[in-house]
C-alpha cells in the first residue's frame, strides 16, 4: 500500500476585513492630503521664502488641501446617508407592509406623506386584515416622529397583527393593543434609565397613540373604538360626510381604558360606498395664513361627477389639495386609507342565483 504524504496547508491570504476597509477609506484621503501639506512645508524650497509669488502658491497648495478634505467629508457624510435611508426604508416597508389592492371583496388604497422632506421614518400605522370575525382595520398615529415612534407604531401593530385573528370582540383587540404600548414604554423607559433600579410607575408619560378600530361584516356592517382619532368619511358618489360623530375615548397611553368598552354601531357599508380613513394630519395642516385644510370639500371634490368612487383618485386628489394648501411642506405626517365595498349584498346574490336558474330550467317538469 502507497501512502502519500500530506504536504502543509496552504495558508490563505487574510481577506481585508469590511470595518477595517471601510476605516481606511475615511482615514486615507485625509492622511495622504496631510502629508503632501506637511511635505510641500518641510522639503519644498518655495515654500522657505517669504516673497508675494511664494504666498500665493502656499495658500493655493493649503486650499486645495482643504477642498480635498471637505470633498471626502462630503462623500462620507453622503454615504452614510444612503446607507441609513436605505435602512429606513426596510424598517418602513416591514411595519407599513403594502396592502394588495383588493381584500375579502373590499377595493383598497394607501398612501403615505411625511412631513419631513426626504423622511420615511414616522409614527403613522394602518393595516387591513381580513379574519373570520370581518374585516379589520387599524389606523394610527403615534406622538412624535424617528426611530422612537417608528417602535412604538411597530408593537402596536404587531400585537394588532395577532389580536385581530384571535379576539372575537373588536374591544378585546382594543385592549390587547393597550398592553402591548404599556409593556413597550416600560421596556424603553428601562433601557433610557437603566440607573433607576426599579420600574417607572409611569415610563414615558407624554407618549401616546390615537387609534381607530374599525371592523367590516360580510354584509357591511360597521363597528367601531375610537381612541382620541379623527373619525372616517363615508364616500359615494356625489357626497362626502362624517362616519359618526360619537365622542371618541382617550388616546392610549396616558390613561387606562374604561372598564366597559363598547363599540359604536356606525351603519352599514354598502356596496359601492367607501371609506375614508386618516390621521389628523390631514385636518389640523394650514396654509401661510393659519387656515385649516378643507379635507370634506376635497372629498367632494373627489368625489363629484363619478358613477363610482376611485380609491386611487380619492387619494390623488386629496393629496394634490393638501400640498397646495400647504405650499409643498405639510407640518405633520398624513397617512390617508380609502376602503370600497365591492361585495354584493346576499339578496342580490340570492336573486341573481334564483334569476340564473329560471333562465337555465323555464319549464320545471312535476314529477309524479
Known amino acids: 500500500m502507497i501512502r502519500i504524504k500530506a504536504g ?31 511635505t510641500y512645508k518641510l522639503a519644498c524650497p518655495a515654500a522657505q521664502e517669504s516673497g508675494l509669488g511664494a504666498r500665493i502658491a502656499a495658500g493655493a497648495m493649503f486650499f486645495a488641501v482643504g477642498t480635498g478634505l471637505l470633498l471626502n467629508v462630503r462623500r462620507v457624510l453622503l454615504r452614510e446617508l444612503r446607507q441609513a435611508r436605505k435602512v429606513a426604508d426596510a424598517a418602513q416597508s416591514v411595519l407599513l407592509r403594502p ?61 394588532f397583527r395577532e389580536a385581530v385573528h384571535d379576539e372575537p370582540e373588536l374591544d378585546r383587540v382594543l385592549r390587547r393593543l393597550e398592553r402591548a404600548l404599556a409593556r413597550h414604554l416600560r421596556e424603553r423607559a428601562r433601557a433610557e434609565h437603566p440607573s433607576a433600579g426599579r420600574e417607572p410607575d409611569t415610563p414615558v408619560a407624554e407618549e401616546f397613540v390615537t387609534l381607530l378600530l374599525l371592523e367590516i361584516g360580510r354584509e357591511g356592517e360597521l363597528r367601531a373604538l375610537n381612541c382620541g382619532h379623527p373619525w372616517p368619511y363615508l ?79 380619492v387619494l390623488r386628489t386629496v393629496f394634490t389639495r393638501l400640498l397646495r394648501h400647504t405650499g409643498g411642506r405639510p407640518a405633520d405626517d398624513v397617512a390617508l386609507l380609502v376602503l370600497r365595498n365591492d361585495r354584493r349584498s346576499c339578496a342580490q346574490t340570492a336573486a341573481r342565483a334564483t334569476a340564473r336558474q329560471a333562465t337555465t330550467n323555464p319549464h320545471p317538469t312535476n314529477h309524479r
Open 8 to 38: 502543509p496547508p496552504r495558508r490563505s491570504r487574510p481577506r481585508a476585513h469590511p470595518r477595517h476597509l471601510r476605516l481606511a477609506l475615511v482615514i486615507g484621503p485625509p492622511a495622504v492630503w496631510g502629508a503632501c501639506a506637511i
Open 99 to 159: 396592502l394588495p389592492p383588493r381584500i375579502d371583496g373590499l377595493s383598497v388604497a394607501a398612501a403615505q406623506l411625511s412631513a419631513e422632506r426626504g423622511a420615511t421614518v414616522g409614527g403613522d400605522l394602518y393595516e387591513v386584515i381580513a379574519t373570520e370575525h370581518g374585516v379589520r382595520v387599524v389606523m394610527g398615529d403615534v406622538r412624535g416622529h424617528g426611530l422612537g415612534a417608528l417602535a412604538a407604531a411597530a408593537a402596536v401593530l404587531g400585537s
Open 235 to 313: 364616500l359615494e358618489p356625489g357626497r362626502a360626510e362624517p362616519l359618526a360623530r360619537a365622542e371618541p375615548l382617550p388616546p392610549l397611553g396616558p390613561f387606562p381604558l374604561p372598564d366597559d368598552l363598547p363599540a359604536t354601531d356606525c351603519g352599514r357599508l354598502g356596496p359601492g360606498q367607501a371609506l375614508f380613513v386618516h390621521t389628523d394630519g390631514a385636518e389640523d395642516a394650514r396654509d401661510p395664513r393659519g387656515r385649516f385644510f378643507p379635507l370634506s370639500h376635497a372629498l367632494e371634490e373627489a368625489v363629484r361627477d363619478r358613477p363610482t368612487v376611485v380609491p386611487q383618485t
